[in-house]
């Protein structure tokens, strides 16, 4: 193979938190850093570039295995954006019908509607109280299933990484990362 | 003093003395991006060309709605013409399935419907390109080979003689190969092996892009044709989506390589935008070939996510099999250029090598009969022990399907592989549905976790095929394809282990049962499934 395609390169943004454990799982699937360098116009993305020889042993494994550990790392971004997901919706639209049925209750009380006045403040009042118990409910049933989800993601990047180890003749295989 | 507030927006000292920027917070919504993607502008091409073919249609389907509202006489000729439409579909080849799909699709839409099926069927369109590719075959038709060796194995022989008929497509007995079980081994392989051409490379593809895999492989191909190698190209003008850019083209065409679009794509309806040239082939001095699933961009080394892992497959052959490759390129070259030439220089230039039985063979419109799916459905129904399917898309006719169930029920034991993950949602939606109405009759169904399997690959227990064909309508009918057929041994063995790999990395699926809202979906789509 000819000089210049005698190395395999490769270029990653990454983001900045998860930056320095990414450093240490790409060599486990053979690669080398070359390059690291803070994104000049965004504060939380770093820039990784590796290298490997082209003709490494096993490359189809490790291959697949880097990929593999490449999507658990997005998919435990995505668990962390969309943590809160579901308990900011309630909140927010129990919040808004809250607002909206007190303001309607009030109006219709004030205009001496009282039937209309108390079904529609009562009904703000049971939002409020969804809001208060139900929210911090959603949060800690939320909290718990990403952080099972993303414990699992953690544990399988790291057989991926000592996978990759063990077929590179890295250190003991069985070293956490 | 006051403790400063954390702002996520940062300022950073750079450049003069004092002069700084403010860093604010990335857009970028994954944790980490592989920064090798190039982007084209094929999504705008493909978009101009999408809007120009919906206007067109609104155009016809409008007018004919008018033609409709205006002329009673009209609404009679069309309900004629559909159902002469439909006694036309009655007596093609056909599935049962495609004919029925059709049949509903034209008297439910009898205004307009004999119109898109004149548009969608092959042949009347298609007629002038068959006869210009037999006139190809009649003038180099002194390069056939037709002979079938003694063979010991009845089910080989009988495989000899169909492709025999079909081609003619000979037996190499004199040709080696091997197996590649992904697309970054086959182009190392190729990477190396390129730099020995002399004379010729000849290269054919579906999809090329701009990416690493294409500026490495150029750069050897333009200091090849600099240096007097006779270095050409075909490559489907629809693959590419746009991503092969027309700066790459000059400067290879620049450097002195040949390069050739296949049936070109233009902003209008054409009548045969439909046929596209699918096949993968690299010829090296008619000593060397390549064929395979992979096409010439950076997914299929794995060198750009697209679809998490990309697995695919290929295969190399050395020897006195090589000519057919060149064969299968010259013709589709003349075809394209109308350049008659002689082919004997590109051919017979291989050793003779210590090999087993093995064919190398085309599929298109340069042949008659639909050999694609016809090589697989003689393959299959000599499957004894065991008959293993690598495939993206999985979309077999009631022949195929029912030659599977059939299998089973005798005790062979029959796999498929498919994706995780797929690349066209409603095309995947129909291989699970298909796949799944296979379990319950003991067809085990494998799913490559974290992958698209894009590998087009059939193994059984006495011959195996590598190529470019899938199980739709699509490669069987409205591409031009080619694999290689082999009966040798080692790369039995070798394609076996690949089987062994991908089932350890998969995940078994299991029967269950569908919801409402599923089987709905799946039958509506499975209604479509022709047209995919």
């Known amino acids: 193979m000819r000089e210049e395609f005698s190395k395999e390169k490769i270029a990653l943004s990454v983001k900045e938190d998860k930056a320095d454990y990414i450093k240490e799982c790409y060599p486990c699937f053979g690669w080398t850093l070359t390059e690291e360098w803070a994104d000049r116009k965004f504060f939380d993305l770093r820039h990784l570039a590796f290298e490997r020889a082209w003709n490494i042993p096993h490359k189809d494994r490790l291959q697949y295995l880097q990929v593999r550990m490449e999507m658990r790392f997005n998919r435990i971004q995505t668990c962390q954006r969309k943590k809160f997901a579901a308990s900011s919706s309630l909140f927010f639209a129990l919040g808004v019908a809250g607002v909206l049925f007190l303001a309607g209750g009030s109006l219709l009380l004030l205009s001496s509607r009282l039937v209309g006045g108390i079904v529609l403040s009562t009904l703000s009042a049971l939002s409020f109280l969804g809001m208060a118990i139900g929210g911090p409910l959603l949060v800690r049933r939320e909290n718990r299933r990403y952080a099972e989800q993303v414990s699992l993601l953690e544990r399988e990047i790291v057989e991926f990484c000592q996978e990759g180890r063990r077929l590179t003749g890295g250190e003991d295989g069985t070293k956490e990362i | ?532």
Request: glycine share 6%; aromatic share 14%.
């Open chain 2, 1 to 532: 003093m006051a403790q400063k507030r954390y702002n996520p927006i940062t300022t950073v000292k750079i450049g003069k003395r004092g002069s700084t920027i403010r860093r604010g917070k990335s857009p970028q919504k994954t944790a980490l991006h592989i920064k090798t993607e190039s982007h084209g502008h094929g999504f705008l091409k493909i978009c101009i060309v999408a809007l120009l073919v919906l206007i067109q249609l609104i155009v016809l389907v409008s007018l004919f709605l008018w033609l409709s509202g205006v002329f009673w006489g009209y609404l009679a000729f069309s309900f004629v013409a559909s159902v002469l439409a439909a006694l036309h579909v009655l007596s093609t080849e056909k599935s049962g399935h495609n004919k029925s799909v059709w049949i509903l699709f034209l008297l439910c839409f009898f205004f307009c419907g004999y119109v898109f099926y004149i548009f969608s069927y092959v042949e009347p369109f298609y007629g002038k390109s068959r006869e210009k590719y037999e006139a190809i075959k009649e003038r180099t038709k002194q390069y056939d080979r037709d002979e079938v060796p003694a063979l010991d194995d009845p089910r080989l022989r009988q495989d000899a003689l169909f492709f025999r008929t079909v081609g003619p497509f000979p037996v190499w007995e004199h040709t080696q190969g091997e197996y590649f079980p992904s697309g970054t081994k086959l182009f190392d392989d190729l990477l190396e092996r390129i730099e020995g051409a002399e004379k010729f490379i000849f290269l054919e593809f579906f999809i090329v892009a701009d990416g690493s895999l294409l500026h490495n492989l150029s750069a050897v191909l333009m200091e090849k044709a600099k240096a007097g190698v006779d270095v050409r190209f075909i490559y489907d003008d629809m693959g590419p989506k746009g991503q092969f850019s027309r700066r790459t083209k000059k400067m290879l065409k620049e450097a002195g390589v040949k390069l050739y679009p296949f049936n070109r794509l233009l902003p209008l309806f054409s009548l045969s935008i439909n046929y596209r040239d699918h096949r993968k082939i690299v010829v090296i001095d008619g000593k060397i070939a390549y064929t395979g699933g992979v096409n010439l961009a950076d997914e299929y080394i794995n060198a750009k996510r697209m679809y998490g892992y990309w697995k695919d497959a290929g295969i190399r052959i050395e020897g006195d099999g090589v000519d057919e490759f060149t064969l299968l390129f010259l013709r589709q070259w003349e075809y394209l250029t109308d350049a008659k030439e002689d082919y004997a220089p590109y051919l017979s230039l291989a050793e003779k090598k210590e090999g087993s039985p093995l064919i190398v063979y085309g599929d298109g419109l340069d042949y008659r009969a639909n050999i694609g799916r016809s090589a697989y459905i003689n393959l299959f129904a000599k499957a004894e022990e065991k008959l293993y399917l690598m495939v993206p898309y999985f979309l077999p006719d009631e022949t195929i399907e029912n030659l599977l169930i059939e299998k089973a029920h005798a005790g062979v034991d029959v796999r498929l592989l498919i994706p995780e993950i797929p690349d066209k949602p409603f095309v995947y939606a129909q291989t699970r549905n298909y796949a799944e109405r296979l379990l319950s009759h003991g067809i085990r169904v494998f799913v490559m976790k974290d992958s698209f399997v894009h590998a087009k690959v059939m193994l059984t227990d006495y011959a195996a095929i590598v190529g470019s064909v899938n199980i739709d309508s699509r490669s069987f009918y409205e591409e031009s394809e080619c694999a290689v057929y082999t009966a040798d041994a080692k790369i039995l063995s070798e394609i076996s282990e690949d089987f062994t790999a991908c089932f350890g990395d998969s995940v078994e699926i299991k029967e269950r049962k569908q919801s409402l809202g599923e089987r709905i979906v799946t039958g509506f789509l499975r209604i479509l499934s022709p047209l995919m």
